[in-house]
């Protein structure tokens, strides 16, 4: 399934659900989809994309771990499919009715029972999740969509003058700066908003520099977190503000954030 969907190509989850309860003895339609999200979670520490629909849940078994990693490790056609979604070219939609945009960011989740390993190196081909990161094409298509959001929530506020000095920094000053847009709260107070950009789903972890880290400590909550994602289907974001730390667990070696 997650073959079909990084394809581009149609799947049904339900059909799948039921080739599974004819081979599976006493298990019931929530168990399968609750191991389905099991295996979600193995993908984020696997650096994959996981399946859309099923929110990873970390509480997963070793043997669950052992037997993803080696399908993923042996699948060339999931290595392809996912290394081109990683590298593909992205730009901004043209139509956007942002009032549909803003959902609820997720929470970290705390694992219960057995836990799953320490990130370090995957025994896996590559990290799509650290590629489609560096993705300069579709790094800059979030942030001119959050700038022309930003833009939007300022003017639908009445606050048009805001508006207008919304800046797309990292463009006008450099990618430096520990943040990419300057933007404005109701107030007039300044917000620093970093932008993150994801093709995948709402849980994927992100990456952050030494410096983008450090920056959200010293501006507190005048910095704000943007992630997209899902960003080639239906572009849809959430919010943080404050420290970055304060909000995901961060790798130490990898900066790599996520909230599992």
């Known amino acids: 399934m997650l073959s079909l969907e ?19 003895n006493g298990r019931s339609e929530g168990s399968v989809e609750f191991k ?26 070793r043997l669950l771990r052992e037997v993803v990693e080696l399908q993923v490790d042996q699948s060339t056609v999931l290595d392809s499919l996912a290394l081109a979604a990683a590298h593909l070219p992205a730009i901004p939609p043209e139509i956007v009715d942002f009032s549909r945009v803003e959902t609820e960011a997720p929470l970290k989740q705390h694992r219960v029972g057995e836990t799953s390993p320490h990130y370090g190196n995957p025994p896996v081909k590559r990290d799509y999740l650290a590629i489609e990161s560096r993705n300069r094409s579709l790094g800059q298509a979030g942030e001119e969509f959050v700038f022309r959001y930003e833009q ?23 990618d430096g700066l520990g943040y990419d847009i300057l933007s404005f709260d109701a107030n007039g107070r300044e917000r620093f908003i970093e932008v993150k950009t994801t093709a995948f789903g709402k849980d994927t972890p992100f990456f952050i520099s030494k410096n983008e880290l450090h920056f959200s400590r010293n501006a507190g909550t005048d910095f704000t977190l943007c992630r997209l994602f899902e960003f080639r289907q239906t572009p849809k974001l959430f919010s943080l503000k404050g420290a970055l730390d304060q909000h995901c667990d961060l790798d130490p070696v990898t900066y790599r954030a996520s909230f599992s």
């Open 152 to 174: 939007w929530r300022l003017a639908h506020i009445g606050k048009r003058d805001l508006a207008e000095r919304v800046e797309h920094v990292s463009q006008t000053k450099g």
């Open 36 to 61: 389905h999200c099991n295996i979600s979670a193995v993908l984020i520490h696997l650096g994959c994309p996981y399946l859309r629909g099923y929110q990873p849940r970390a509480n997963y078994q």
């Open 6 to 24: 990084l394809a581009g190509q149609t799947y049904s989850k339900a059909a799948h659900r039921r080739v599974l309860l004819e081979k599976l």
